[in-house]
């Protein structure tokens, strides 16, 4: 796993959730003006948020997703390895 962290858009409190989608549930809350190192990625449900709109969810920790659509990563595409 690389140490790269990415900034969570800026004055945003994000929703860190158990799956890739809206539907899961609420695990914990990331502060405004978090970084987050993405340990894998995966497609889920479309979101929309400050970076566009995508279906790339980010996994931050075991059981714990965040949408890309609030992750500064510089690509709409993925930056990390697919989900297992």
Known sequence: MSG???????GVRVNVRSGPGTQYAVVRILPAGSWVA????T???S???PYGTTRIWDNIASGE???DAYVKTG???????RCG
């Open 4 to 10: 790269t962290q990415y900034p969570v858009a800026p």
């Open 65 to 67: 997703f965040i949408s």
């Open 43 to 45: 497609p889920g449900q």
């Open 47 to 49: 979101v929309t948020g």
């Open 75 to 81: 690509s709409d595409g993925y930056v990390a390895p």
């Open 38 to 41: 993405i340990r894998c990625q």
